[in-house]
Every structure is written in structure tokens, then in C-alpha cells.
């Protein structure tokens, strides 16, 4: 089964998607946009973006898990990972999203 994006609206009525893997697992969490067009050049900008190393940034939070961001050309925040144990599964993330991002399968559960 091929990756896809979910469109969804979250408890304060913005937009976000979420990019998942084959086997139904969240890999990739946008911001809150105010209108569904952001949302949407949100994940253009995903699909365009996600086969290009440099633009993945390795983070590590104060609780010691691995995570990752990945940027657009500009260096904004597209979206951000789940959070990994160690480094090497946050690795096979990447992966993931460099897999299943250009994928143009997009549920919109919004409405």
C-alpha cells in the first residue's frame, strides 16, 4: 500500500495534514493554516521538497528522542516527525517521507 496525505481540521478549526506511510503510520505533521489553500501548498511543498537531503534537519528533544524537521527552499517548516527512540529509526523516518512524499493520494477528511 502507497503513503498518503490526510487532510484535517483540528480542535481550533485550522487546517493541517498529515503525511502517512504504506502501512497507515503518521510520518510527517504540518502546522495549523488558517485556510485550506495553505494546507494545500503545504503539501505541494512536501512532494517537492522531500527528495532533497539538505533539506531534513536532525533535532533531538530535552527528553533525549530523535526527531526530525523538513524545510522548503526558503528554510520555513514544512512539517515535523513523530519522535524516535534512537537516531537509526529517526533515519528510516526520513526514509519513509522520501518514499511516500510525492505520493498525490490526498484524503481530505475536513469537511
Excluded at 502501512?23 to 493554516?33: D, V
Amino acid at each position: 500500500m502507497a503513503g498518503k496525505f490526510e487532510i484535517y481540521k483540528d480542535k481550533k478549526g485550522e487546517f493541517r495534514f498529515r503525511l502517512k506511510a504504506g502501512n497507515g503510520e503518521p510520518i510527517l505533521a504540518s502546522e495549523g493554516y488558517s485556510a485550506k489553500s495553505g494546507c494545500t501548498n503545504g503539501i505541494a511543498s512536501v512532494q517537492k521538497n522531500c527528495g532533497d537531503d539538505s533539506r531534513y534537519e536532525a533535532r533531538e528533544a530535552k527528553n533525549g528522542k530523535h526527531y526530525f524537521v523538513l524545510k522548503s527552499g526558503n528554510h520555513q517548516v514544512i512539517g515535523n516527525s513523530e519522535m524516535y527512540e534512537t537516531a537509526a529509526a529517526m533515519k528510516n523516518g526520513i526514509a519513509s517521507v522520501k518514499k511516500n512524499g510525492t505520493t498525490t493520494t490526498i484524503a481530505d477528511l475536513s469537511a
